[in-house]
């Protein structure tokens, strides 16, 4: 027990520097300095992946719709857990013109245990409009460096645990209707939080 606490908090420190270097690139990119043509932070782009349906799906399902993007586990023991719910409470506090205008996807840095029949299981526990996408091993690992997201395998041996863990970064990805970068939210972020900023992004 002791040492899966251990990992989780050398998950959450890896966390805290990464989203420090992101959140550093995303304050640069305030409605105001996009309109002026200037450069967004290179995060975000193609993935060929197949969802919890059965569906493969492309970066193309960005487009049209304002997305939070989340990358994690389903065995995740708690911090996956916490903030799918947090997108799922985001998405209920919205309306219902607004929640058509919305999506979550969850895509797993652990496609050798998420397959598509795993997550069908798990997604819809914390909101029906979440969409969990999966893949080969280089199909994840392409998705993560295009959204610049850490993650990395931990035996059981030395996470103290029955089986394996991943050690992985806790970001919550807000893309617009063109599927284009616009800024992170760290892992605990209030639902009101991320629909404050999901209706900056719909007002435009």
């Known amino acids: 027990m002791k040492r899966r606490t251990f990992w989780t908090g050398l998950a959450v420190l890896a966390t805290a520097a990464l989203l420090g270097t992101v959140v550093l690139v995303a304050d640069r990119l305030s409605p105001q300095k996009s ?3 200037q450069g967004r932070a290179a995060i975000g782009g193609p993935f060929s992946l197949t969802d919890h349906t059965g569906q493969p799906v492309t970066q193309d399902i960005l487009k049209g719709k304002i997305s939070l993007v989340y990358f994690g586990y389903s065995f995740c023991p708690d911090i996956c857990p916490t903030d799918l719910q947090l997108i799922g409470q985001a998405l209920d506090q919205m309306t219902d013109e607004e ?5 979550a996807l969850f895509i797993t840095i652990d496609p050798e245990r998420d397959t ?23 199909q994840i690992d392409a998705a993560a460096r295009a959204y610049r997201a850490y993650y990395k395998k931990v035996s059981a041996e030395e996470a103290g645990t029955s089986d394996y863990l991943m050690d992985h970064s806790a970001f919550i990805y807000l893309m617009d209707r063109n599927g284009t970068f616009v800024r992170v939210f760290g892992h605990g972020v209030e639902p009101a939080e991320m629909l404050e900023w999901f209706r900056k992004v719909r007002a435009g």
Not at 116 to 135: N, S, W
């Open 116 to 138: 598509a029949q795993q997550l069908a299981g798990y997604v819809p526990l914390f909101h029906p409009q979440i969409r969990g996408l999966t893949g080969t091993p280089e």
């Open 99 to 103: 929640r058509a205008d919305a999506q």
């Open 35 to 37: 309109e002026q043509g």
